[in-house]
């Protein structure tokens, strides 16, 4: 009896397991994971030109078809998944990464595990990695949406090593027919995926870029200002859509009278080069008011101890040499004495205000202030600016005293001001150096439009720099936050990595307009940046970011970063945010691929047909 029962269990184990291998086979031929063409590639990099190996120690994404022998990297051959920091008992950064990848399939998700290593400052000064003896570990089912990394104590449990549907094997770059491949890669792994999740990871990874111009072959027009309002639809790779102004050529044409045209006109495009000047300004704003553009900054040049205002009619004029320009405050006629960082531009409750951080006095203790235009005052007349106000929380406290409720004070910085959902709101980076370094972070709270400065409810910890990308060699950063809302979306941008380093990056926040944006659980927080060195070729460290709208309506941003690695030399940059077609903002769509050169001239046939006498 018990042989036959033994027996039995034997069958019917064996018949569980052929089940499993058929189900198995079967989600292999739809969802990926066995005997396919396409392979999804994870790595890690050593350190580069451009790229550092604190963000090598990061998980990294490349699609290989079998077919071709191509592999295409993901990201910009950037890291995608970083591990979190620890905290000390002083509430400080610890840094950690990632090695040493596997990737498995269990219950029909991928599980992607790395051994963490985390970087300490040993005797020298100096900042080796060491093994933790934990595991990092995040799943996800296509390789586009992931959950939040989980540090274990092993790679798998026992029952996801017995059961699991099909695991990672090592890759080698050499040997491959020279296909192309990522550049500096340490160690690499790969598992099949199916064609539907290799095709989507790359087409979601392409960079999008110009495909065509879209104008009607004649329109009908009675006035001068119809034609003037028709405007070219370009069209990019995702199928997104930008329609651009267009300057025609009206010479010659008669609006009295009926007639028939064939009008030339040239695409209103505004490429700019990078840097737009040779001359350290940090932090860089520009906004459009009344008719002209406006231009403020950090001005790395004089030690940071000024703030001058630049006004022109277009944003490539603000940096010509004649430009009209004036200070509207130094250190020298108040009581100011340093740290004159990051002025923005922001209209709240109906006038204009620069939001700004400032030392009272000598010694280094920045704190945040804003300062009010008078109604119909001009933006170069330092007589018509307010003196600063520090920002204050609803029971009178300066902002940076015992924000946190953890009896710390410190220096508060990088205020941007926005609403949404009909409400005001403010976001700065906060951080103080109470027994240790606590890396910058962002704070928010509603405040008052009426007097901008001072909070309606208590701050709130938005985010710290915990990922890798946020804190590696030089400075631990949640900094410079700047928010564009469109599309019912809160896209609240914000830098981490080093502020003057190859590191420097732009990360985006996301959140829902009518959201209660003040409960930090509305936001998600991405796992990297959106724009990073060599994102957009010969571009490095870009970060501190601002968005700006033009008279067209379109939208710009502006940073500063260096044009060669390792350089401290900083510079502006001015680019057109792009949207793609599901609405996400661009950062690094560069000229040629917004209108390549030569593409601006454009020809419409136009009937004028005049409106009856």
């Not at 039995?8 to 005997?35: H, I, Q």
């Not at 603000?318 to 960082?341: C, G, H, M, P």
Request: charged share 25%.
């Amino acid at each position: 009896m018990n042989d036959r029962m033994t027996i039995a269990a034997a069958d019917a184990a064996a018949e569980d397991k052929m089940t499993r291998l058929s189900v198995c086979r079967e989600k292999e031929n739809t969802d990926g994971c066995g005997d396919s063409r396409y392979r999804l590639i994870a790595y890690t990099r050593s350190a580069r030109v451009g790229y550092s190996e604190f963000l090598g120690h990061s998980v990294h994404f490349a699609v290989s078809d079998g077919a071709d022998g191509r592999i295409t990297p993901l990201y910009h051959n950037y890291g995608k998944l970083f591990a979190k920091c620890a905290f000390d008992s002083e509430n400080g950064i610890v840094s950690k990464g990632a090695r040493d990848i596997e990737i498995y399939r269990f219950n029909g998700e991928f599980i992607i595990t790395a051994r963490e290593i985390v970087r300490e400052k040993a005797g020298d000064g100096s900042f080796p990695w060491r093994d933790t003896g934990n595991f990092v570990r995040w799943t996800t089912g296509d390789f586009t949406a992931f959950s939040e990394p989980e540090v274990t104590k092993a790679r798998w449990t026992d029952r996801e090593k017995a059961d699991r549907e099909c695991a990672s094997s090592v890759f080698g770059m050499e040997g491959r027919g020279g296909a192309a491949g990522p550049d500096g890669v340490e160690s690499a792994v790969s598992i099949f995926v199916s064609e539907r999740i290799a095709k989507e990871l790359l087409r979601g990874s392409r960079i999008i870029a110009f495909e065509s111009i879209e104008l009607p072959d004649a329109v009908t027009v009675s006035t001068r200002e119809e034609l003037e309002n028709i405007t070219a639809a370009v069209t990019y790779t995702d199928g997104s859509v930008h329609r651009k102004h267009v300057n025609w050529d009206l010479n010659g044409i008669d609006f009295t009278k009926p007639g028939r045209y064939t009008v030339s006109g040239r695409i209103a495009v505004r490429h700019f080069r990078f840097p737009v000047e040779n001359h350290p300004w940090g932090d860089p704003v520009i906004t459009w008011f009344h008719g002209k553009y406006y231009f403020i900054a950090t001005n790395d040049a004089d030690g940071d101890t000024s703030f001058e205002i630049r006004e022109a009619d277009t944003p490539e004029a603000l940096f010509a040499a004649d430009v009209r320009r004036q200070v509207i405050l130094s250190a020298e006629t108040t009581v100011y004495k340093n740290t004159f960082w990051a002025p923005e531009f922001h209209i709240v409750g109906g006038k204009m205000r620069i939001f700004c951080a400032l030392t009272l006095g000598k010694g280094f203790d920045p704190q945040c202030h804003v300062m009010t235009l008078r109604d119909g005052g001009d933006m170069l007349n330092p007589a018509d600016w307010s003196s600063p106000v520090r920002c204050v929380m609803p029971d009178g406290r300066n902002l940076n005293e015992n924000p946190l409720g953890d009896g710390k004070n410190g220096i508060t910085l990088d205020m941007n001001c926005f609403e949404a959902g009909g409400r005001s709101y403010v976001v700065w980076s906060y951080r103080t150096w109470t027994g240790t370094d606590s890396g910058s972070m962002l704070m928010i709270a509603a405040n008052d439009p009426e007097k901008p400065w001072k909070l309606l409810t208590y701050p709130q910890l938005l985010s710290r720099p915990v990922y890798g990308w946020e804190n590696n060699n030089g400075t631990d950063n949640n900094e410079g936050p700047h928010a564009l809302v469109t599309g019912g979306k809160v896209y609240l941008a914000y830098s981490g990595g080093d502020a003057r380093g190859q590191t420097y990056a732009v990360g985006v926040l996301t959140a829902n307009v009518e959201d209660d944006l003040c409960d930090v659980s509305n936001w998600k927080i991405p796992e990297a940046p959106s724009l990073a060195s060599c994102f957009v070729p010969g571009e490095y460290g870009c970060g501190h970011n601002a968005f700006f709208a033009d008279a067209y309506g379109d939208t710009y941003i502006t940073y500063h970063g260096v044009s060669a690695p390792n350089s401290r030399a900083i510079g502006p940059g001015i680019r057109r945010v792009h949207f793609a077609v599901d609405g996400t903002p661009i950062f690094d769509m560069s000229n040629e691929q917004d209108l390549p050169e030569g593409k601006e001239n454009v020809r419409l046939t136009v009937n004028v047909e005049p409106f009856p006498a």
